[in-house]
């Protein structure tokens, strides 16, 4: 009895992924560390910035959302922009979950000979608003559903932003493209 094993065509790469094989990866550890670092550090200098031009946005226009308990959808734009701009105080608990977040994601795209720079950056994106639109809107949930909804759009808008910055970043560390191309430089 003979085991013929045959690759069905469901089961072929996406057009995107490198067809040559290469058996080790480097560096896509050290990708996700400082990717994951840029995380963080990315989703508080952004929204920092962003809260200090929507105060500006807001006193230029005269409309009044620093109020506290106002429940509306310009509050939870601001508290999300806080609590994007305060993510370092929790670096203990962000670094890590965004470490698994993009190593879940884009971690394990180098493995699977994915060597285009655009799922990287796609992906980081999801992750990144995911991730931050989803705390912020749980927090904004504890004032009122329209604030949540205001702090889900300022959160993801933030953690996409990150969330490029961190593809890019890891895909500049890693280099798949290099890693994967099948160069054969032996002379014998």
Known sequence: MTNQTATPA???PPS?????LHAHIRRVKLGLFLSSLAACLGVSVIGGLMLGFAHMLF?????????PFQSTLMSGVLT????AALNFVLFIVTVPVAWLALGLSIGRMPHRRIAARKPYIRWAAIWGAILVGGTTFIFGLIESIPTAFGALVAGAGVGALAGVGCGLLFYAIVRPD???????????
């Open 178 to 188: 290099e890693q994967l191309r099948d160069v054969d430089i032996s002379v014998f």
């Open 10 to 12: 469901s089961l072929s």
């Open 16 to 20: 995107y992924a490198d067809a040559s």
């Open 59 to 67: 006193g230029l226009f005269g409309i009044n959302g620093t109020q």
């Open 80 to 83: 999300g922009l806080q609590l």
